[in-house]
């Protein structure tokens, strides 16, 4: 996972004057940097993620319907779909930290103002604000951390993805124990959104632009990529985004709504339906190990296999009536196989799939595709429940939906991949 000492630091090039020595950057800087990295993304993850535990309350108390609920829940990945090829093009032109902290002043501004809403249009603007920053933060860490890493990708991204996944397991729990101790549903918005700023002060200071400005060409400056496709919309790229709007729509559907169908379906209380979103976030810490396979074995075989154990333990999750524990042990295997595997093996697979000047693209086509049409998951899951109950609408958006992708998936060729042995 790490570079040796000397480590070109050199900014991502907008032209060839640009290309010019910097001092090199030591380990214990990249270990801060990078560990700076991967708690700003934790932070992305707790803002998003506190919201659909505190779905029910917030519906109370304004008065919305569940089809209004559930695009609140997922409808901040508009903003971060709008963010995604805007990001990317920017990130192959000019310095990926400056976009970084950008971001992260956005988002937590987004998150801080949700309270402040008066009714549905204000808290739609508010969550697709946040969502804005949280895509350009996504296409900015995904483009310098994979152009950093570029031997090892995958498991770099893996780790990203534990990052997530804790703020997707600790969110719950604290969104809903401050929510009980100062008795209304805004305070955890105020405290994550605080982190948020916070986080890019340190971030200002402490990730060098060695981390964030690096060239993949450059780690591999030996390779030839004339054996594959010159743009980067290509045949690989354009599968793994079909791919990425399936997987997109299934994950988000299933995570905006889960609390919601625990406790209106199955009766949980808060508190109840708060640990099994955590045991999905834990789930998800799997990443790493998600990351390294991805690095060792073929991708597309990867993630099929993933998309077909998203949709059996979707069946435990909708068509059994278990208890608590057991719906704790299918959230912890939705969370592995949908954020530990899907998920970063889709955005190293997509980068892998382009030239390696091309890697900013690749992000924000991934962001694009993936949170793009995932906005109006919840909106579609909530419409489905009112029309097949929720068992109904779990056997089609979180059941049968994914073997779409994997249709998809068929078509990719992973020898035509950036990292693939020649």
Not at 132 to 138: A, I
Not at 326 to 332: E, L, N, P, S
Request: hydrophobic share 50%.
């Amino acid at each position: 996972m790490t570079h040796a000492a000397q480590v070109d630091t050199g900014a991502v090039p907008a032209s060839d004057t640009q290309e010019k020595s910097r001092a090199p950057i030591s380990r214990p800087m990249i270990g801060v940097g990078f560990l700076l990295v991967v708690l700003s993304y934790m932070v992305n993850a707790m803002d998003r993620q506190v919201f659909p535990p505190l779905l029910p309350n917030i519906r109370a108390e304004y008065g919305f319907s569940l089809e209004q609920g559930g695009l609140l829940a997922t409808n901040f990945t508009l903003g971060m779909a709008l963010a995604g090829l805007p990001a990317g093009y920017l990130l192959d032109r000019f310095r990926r930290k400056t976009v970084l902290l950008a971001s992260i002043v956005i988002y937590s501004l987004g998150t801080m103002a949700t309270p402040l809403a008066t009714g549905f249009a204000d808290m739609t603007l508010y969550r697709v604000v946040s969502g804005f920053g949280e895509g350009m933060q996504s296409a900015a860490i995904f483009a310098a951390i994979g152009a950093f890493f570029a031997h090892r990708r995958g498991l770099a991204f893996g780790i990203i993805g534990v990052g997530y996944s804790i703020g997707v397991f600790i969110a719950p729990l604290i969104g809903v124990q401050l929510m009980s101790t100062h008795g209304t549903w805004h305070s955890p918005f105020y405290l994550f959104g605080a982190a948020g700023l916070l986080i890019a002060a340190a971030c200002l200071f402490l990730v060098k632009a060695g981390l964030t400005e690096h060239s993949a060409e450059k780690v591999a400056s030996t390779k030839t990529y004339e054996y594959m496709p010159a743009s980067a919309y290509n045949r690989n790229t354009v599968a793994l985004a079909v791919h990425s709007v399936i997987g997109g729509v299934v994950l988000y559907g299933f995570l905006g709504l889960y609390p919601t169908y625990l406790i209106t379906s199955l009766h949980y209380t808060a508190g109840q339906a708060a640990l099994a979103m955590s045991c999905l976030g834990f789930g998800g810490m799997t990443a790493v190990f998600g990351g390294w396979l991805g690095d060792r074995f073929n991708q597309r075989n990867l993630l099929i296999l993933s998309l077909l154990a998203v949709s059996a333990i979707s069946v435990c999750i909708y068509q059994t009536q278990v208890g608590v524990g057991m719906q704790c042990v299918f959230a912890f295997f939705m969370g592995a196989f949908g954020l530990g595997f899907i998920y970063p093996n889709t955005n190293s697979a997509i980068q892998r799939a382009v030239r390696p000047t091309q890697i900013g693209r690749a992000s924000g086509l991934f962001v694009t595709s993936y949170y793009g049409p995932a906005a109006f998951s919840g909106l579609l899951f909530a419409t489905l429940v009112d029309s097949f109950g929720w068992s109904g609408a779990g056997l089609l958006q979180v059941t049968i939906l994914p073997l779409v992708g994997v249709a998809a998936l068929a078509f990719v060729r992973t020898s035509q991949f950036n990292n693939a042995v020649r």
